[in-house]
């Protein structure tokens, strides 16, 4: 959304084409994220009902028609399964097809069962399809987007180097009259996590890190209320006795994140090390914490590395354990000097993440493309 915004808003013609909103009665995207709208930006949505299977057939079948009837002069996608579908249209039939990969779909299918609750591993049968997806949609495709550098790297590694791909992190909204205010520690610091609760996450190693920290409060801010991991963690943190320090906010508008990640004092990022999380994650709120200005203290993995750095902009601890993320909280906490250089430094960092210039950055690829049409 944010991306074809920003691309709306350099003066591009996009149609976004998605499925129709789970939520009744419907929500409107642009008051959602807190959009203006624009002359240049629609939201083409399609109504699917029925089983998955069918809702997903029907989106393809979508797909095919907004590509063969739009006369667009690119499709940019990130659902493998499409850009695949796609790829299967005579050229002259189709514009040229620019993928954008957040992960490499066979690890996630392998390891689903340590990434969501209640989630399967994928037989190998599945596995291999996505593999042939992948393979194919890397060297097919006219134009290819990853957002983390290892992803890239693994890519080449596995098909070969092609032409027209680049990394693009995701990004963040930045307002114009953005301040950095240097932390002070009141007598009780507030710790704060935003996002998804899922397992691979980390908000379980953050509750586990919190017994150790007597002094803390904590503010959990995500959880659907129609999923499980909101009620595992809430008595999780009952049983570890820390229920009275923790706040569990729930899901929250886009606006209202920013306001709570303003009110705390350390911003926490304790994903787990899995294979997927280590290489792939390039999570939203990483960028929303940068532009916060707090002192971020996340987990040492591959993928956080190509943003984050312990001492410069933050403090990496590491993954999946409570003591060494209780101990990286406790060294920003009793480190004023330390907490108010990384704060800035990230605050800094922030306006090369702006969405803007990811826009602009994705323009020169979606042009080149255009171009060796």
């Known amino acids: 959304m944010e991306t074809c915004h920003a691309l709306a808003a350099r003066g591009h013609q996009v149609f976004l084409s998605v499925r129709s909103d789970t939520a009744r009665p419907s929500r409107d995207p642009l008051n959602f994220y807190g959009l203006k709208a624009l002359s240049t930006l629609t939201i083409d949505r399609l109504r699917v009902v029925g089983p998955p299977t069918f809702r997903r057939a029907l989106y393809f079948a979508f797909a095919v028609e907004r590509s063969l009837c739009h006369r667009s002069d690119v499709i940019l996608t990130r659902d493998l399964g499409v850009a695949s579908l796609l790829l299967n249209l005579p050229r002259w039939l189709r514009p040229p097809i620019v993928f954008e990969s957040h992960g490499f779909a066979p690890v996630f299918a392998e390891t689903m069962d340590e990434l969501v609750s209640?989630?399967?591993?994928?037989?190998?049968?599945?596995?291999?399809?996505?593999?042939?997806?992948?393979?194919?949609?890397?060297?097919?495709?006219?134009?290819?987007?990853?957002?983390?550098?290892?992803?890239?790297?693994?890519?080449?590694?596995?098909?070969?180097?092609?032409?027209?791909?680049?990394?693009?992190?995701?990004?963040?909204?930045?307002?114009?009259?953005?301040?950095?205010?240097?932390?002070?520690?009141?007598?009780?610091?507030v710790v704060l996590y935003a996002g998804h609760l899922y397992p691979w996450k980390g908000v379980e190693v953050l509750l586990r890190a919190v017994v150790r920290l007597p002094k803390v409060r904590t503010v959990i801010v995500g959880g659907h209320p129609g999923e499980g991991d909101l009620l595992r963690l809430q008595d999780l943190a009952r049983s570890?006795?820390?229920?009275?320090?923790?706040?569990?906010?729930?899901?929250?508008?886009?606006?209202?994140?920013?306001?709570?990640?303003?009110?705390?004092?350390?911003?926490?990022?304790?994903?787990?090390?899995?294979?997927s999380a280590d290489r792939y994650t390039s999570p939203l709120k990483l960028f929303e914490y940068l532009a916060a200005g707090k002192p971020i203290v996340a987990s040492d993995l591959q993928a956080t590395r190509e943003v984050l750095e312990d001492g410069?902009?933050?403090?990496?601890?590491?993954?999946?354990?409570?003591?060494?993320?209780?101990?990286?909280?406790?060294?920003?906490?009793?480190?004023?000097?330390?907490?108010?250089?990384?704060?800035?430094?990230?605050?800094?960092?922030?306006?090369?993440?702006?969405?803007?210039?990811?826009?602009?950055?994705?323009?020169h690829l979606l042009k080149a493309v255009q171009r060796s049409d």
Do not use: C, H
């Open 118 to 189: 209640g989630g399967r591993r994928a037989r190998p049968t599945q596995k291999d399809r996505l593999f042939l997806r992948e393979e194919r949609v890397w060297k097919l495709a006219e134009g290819y987007v990853t957002t983390t550098r290892t992803l890239a790297s693994e890519l080449e590694t596995r098909f070969g180097r092609r032409d027209d791909a680049i990394t693009i992190p995701n990004g963040v909204r930045l307002s114009s009259n953005r301040r950095f205010t240097p932390p002070s520690w009141l007598e009780s610091p």
């Open 240 to 275: 570890l006795g820390i229920g009275d320090r923790v706040d569990f906010v729930g899901m929250i508008s886009v606006a209202d994140v920013q306001t709570r990640l303003g009110t705390a004092d350390v911003l926490v990022l304790p994903t787990t090390s899995t294979e």
């Open 312 to 363: 410069r902009n933050a403090v990496l601890v590491t993954p999946s354990d409570a003591d060494a993320l209780a101990d990286g909280i406790n060294r920003v906490v009793d480190d004023l000097s330390l907490a108010t250089r990384i704060a800035e430094k990230s605050f800094q960092d922030a306006n090369g993440f702006a969405w803007e210039n990811r826009a602009e950055r994705l323009e």
